[in-house]
């Protein structure tokens, strides 16, 4: 039997073809939220969990990163997809006939320029490939989608204009998530670690919980802040770093970081990608 890898979407989203791209040997499974993706690895309807987390011209997948820690799973690996927009539309209709275009929220803001330079009105849809089949069941010249070549062949769209995104390089990261880590591997490139924690309530807690890394050489390459529990006190810290925590500099980076915190967890240990290293191709 196939092993499986749960991504959120309808077929032909961008997370099916970050499955495509990054795990050609595993069975795309499409689920309605990313929720339900974590729950079916969870349960072992799939080995893997495709998750969006960020985007290099919308920013931060909403919502993402506070089900990460509640999960149960553990980041293995990273996979950056080059987006590409596309705007579909019924076969034989031209651009010209479109009026209004329906995707994504996240998308729609990724091809702000196209839409109003084409004086499109826009729908927000709970998933792009899902967009892309209502037009289709519509088949009506005006209404349009804005989806991947994968969804324009699986519904069968035409393409009335290619790569309309606003930034050439325009670049969504998903993490790989597994129900089970995976912390003896050493990548090509070096390793990344993601964890999570909460500052004591003491003066200077984060200023002086970050001196750690600073202080041993560690590169932090994220720190993103959110509200848990609906208090406004309760601030988590989600990071990622450059490293392995079985590196010296790394223990000792920690050892700091456990002394100014209430709550650390760690959330995955995995190889970096290629694609961090390259410029971004086409």
Same mark, same amino acid.
């Given at each position: 039997?196939?092993?499986?890898?749960?991504?959120?979407?309808?077929?032909?989203?961008?997370?099916?073809?970050?499955?495509?791209?990054?795990?050609?040997?595993?069975?795309?499974?499409?689920?309605?939220?990313?929720?339900?993706? $974590?729950? /079916?690895?969870?349960?072992?309807?799939?080995?893997? #969990?495709?998750? %969006?987390?960020?985007? !290099?011209?919308?920013? &931060? @997948?909403?919502?993402?990163?506070?089900?990460?820690?509640?999960?149960?799973?553990?980041?293995?690996?990273?996979?950056?997809?080059?987006?590409?927009?596309?705007?579909?539309?019924?076969?034989?209709?031209?651009?010209?006939?479109?009026?209004?275009?329906?995707?994504?929220?996240?998308?729609?803001?990724?091809?702000?320029?196209?839409?109003?330079?084409?004086?499109?009105?826009?729908?927000?849809?709970?998933?792009?490939?899902?967009?892309?089949?209502?037009?289709?069941?519509?088949?009506?010249?005006?209404?349009?989608?804005?989806?991947?070549?994968?969804?324009?062949?699986?519904?069968?769209?035409?393409?009335?204009?290619?790569?309309?995104?606003?930034?050439?390089?325009?670049?969504?990261?998903?993490? $790989?998530? /597994?129900?089970?880590?995976?912390?003896?591997?050493? #990548?090509?490139? %070096?390793?990344?670690? !993601?964890?999570?924690? &909460? @500052?004591?309530?003491?003066?200077?807690?984060?200023?002086?919980?970050?001196?750690?890394?600073?202080?041993?050489?560690?590169?932090?390459?994220?720190?993103?802040?959110?509200?848990?529990?609906?208090?406004?006190?309760?601030?988590?810290?989600?990071?990622?770093?450059?490293?392995?925590?079985?590196?010296?500099?790394?223990?000792?980076?920690?050892?700091?970081?456990?002394?100014?915190?209430?709550?650390?967890?760690?959330?995955?240990?995995?190889?970096?990608?290629?694609?961090?290293?390259?410029?971004?191709?086409?």
């Amino acid at each position: 039997m196939t092993a499986r890898i749960a991504f959120q979407g309808e077929p032909g989203a961008y997370g099916h073809q970050a499955c495509i791209e990054a795990r050609p040997d595993f069975e795309p499974l499409p689920c309605a939220t990313f929720e339900e993706a $974590i729950e /079916a690895v969870r349960k072992g309807d799939a080995e893997l #969990g495709m998750i %969006g987390v960020e985007n !290099s011209t919308y920013g &931060r @997948v909403a919502d993402v990163h506070q089900l990460l820690p509640d999960s149960g799973l553990h980041i293995v690996d990273e996979a950056f997809v080059r987006v590409h927009i596309n705007a579909l539309g019924v076969p034989g209709s031209k651009l010209s006939d479109l009026k209004r275009v329906r995707s994504m929220s996240i998308l729609l803001g990724q091809a702000r320029e196209f839409i109003r330079d084409n004086g499109l009105e826009t729908l927000n849809w709970s998933d792009n490939a899902a967009a892309a089949r209502e037009v289709a069941t519509l088949n009506n010249p005006a209404e349009g989608a804005l989806a991947s070549e994968i969804a324009a062949k699986i519904y069968g769209l035409d393409i009335l204009a290619r790569h309309v995104e606003d930034h050439d390089r325009n670049t969504t990261r998903f993490l $790989i998530m /597994a129900r089970e880590p995976d912390l003896k591997r050493r #990548g090509k490139f %070096g390793m990344m670690t !993601s964890f999570v924690f &909460r @500052v004591r309530n003491i003066p200077a807690a984060l200023y002086k919980a970050m001196g750690g890394f600073a202080t041993n050489g560690v590169n932090m390459t994220k720190l993103e802040s959110y509200m848990v529990g609906g208090h406004f006190t309760a601030t988590q810290f989600y990071a990622e770093i450059e490293g392995h925590p079985d590196d010296r500099n790394v223990q000792l980076a920690f050892e700091e970081l456990d002394y100014f915190t209430d709550h650390l967890k760690l959330l995955g240990v995995y190889p970096t990608a290629a694609r961090r290293h390259e410029k971004v191709r086409d």
